[in-house]
């Protein structure tokens, strides 16, 4: 069965700074692995996703994530945080061969201090 | 462009009551799922539908049903509401292939009294 874990429920980091939120994922082959974000009584929205091809992968709002297939990882980062960057972000992961079925990490909620 | 539709936005129900709660969408997707979202637990599948006429359950499916009316509808129901049903409850379609993406309306917060 695929898990996901996100280590941290809650990240704070300073304006400028750099934001890293970590994933790791349980999957006997590689899945598709998703960065989803939710801001405040919102849905959510896809930052980036990886399915196949590059294993660094770019996003909206300056974020990006590298697949390592040997650490089963998919950390994502930014290089300087904005305060709207403030939100809850939520890796998932889906397999292959059975649909949009996604798993989800318990999320990691980002601060960003002035 | 609407994208997915979920109604209503808030409910409150007391125990052993039932509601719907709609969802639609208008990307011709052929998936469609109801998760929920509890506080440090992410989103969990309640049940998903592949394909107009079929559904089927996910991990969390108990005190649930659901019925996909047609290709843009997926209809979750709660016969008898629990106070463990409090939670908000997110619709998502799923567009399919190497280009697979989900996209959620904008949630349903249901408190169970």
């Known amino acids: 069965a695929q898990s996901v874990t996100q280590l941290g429920s809650h990240v704070s980091v300073s304006e400028g700074a750099l934001v890293l939120l970590r994933c790791n994922y349980s999957?006997?082959?590689?899945?598709?692995l998703f960065w989803y974000v939710q801001y405040p009584n919102q849905g959510l929205q896809l930052l980036l996703k990886?399915?196949?091809?590059?294993?660094l992968v770019k996003g909206i709002n300056g974020f990006e994530a590298e697949f390592k297939k040997s650490e089963t990882s998919f950390h994502l980062t930014k290089p300087s945080a904005h305060m709207s960057d403030a939100a809850e972000y939520f890796c998932?992961?889906?397999?292959?061969?059975?649909?949009?079925?996604?798993?989800f990490g318990q999320g990691t909620e980002l601060s960003v201090k002035p | 462009n609407a994208g997915v539709t979920q109604t209503p936005k808030f409910q409150v129900l007391k125990t052993g009551q039932s509601m719907t709660l709609q969802c639609a969408q208008d990307?011709?997707?052929?998936?469609m799922y109801w998760y929920r979202q509890d506080p440090g637990m992410g989103l969990r599948l309640i049940y998903y539908?592949?394909?107009?006429?079929?559904?089927d359950k996910g991990e969390v499916p108990n005190g649930y049903n659901v019925s996909r009316l047609n290709k843009r509808e997926f209809s979750l129901r709660l016969e008898s509401a629990a106070p463990s049903q409090t939670s908000v409850y997110f619709c998502?379609?799923?567009?399919?292939?190497?280009?697979?993406?989900?996209?959620f309306g904008q949630g349903t917060r249901l408190t169970v009294v």
């Open positions: 539908s592949a394909s107009e006429g079929t559904t």
């Open positions: 999957s006997s082959v590689p899945p598709y």
């Open positions: 998502a379609s799923h567009s399919e292939g190497v280009r697979t993406e989900a996209f």
């Open positions: 990886y399915t196949t091809g590059a294993t």
């Open positions: 998932a992961v889906s397999a292959r061969n059975q649909g949009g079925k996604l798993i």
């Open positions: 990307m011709n997707h052929n998936s």
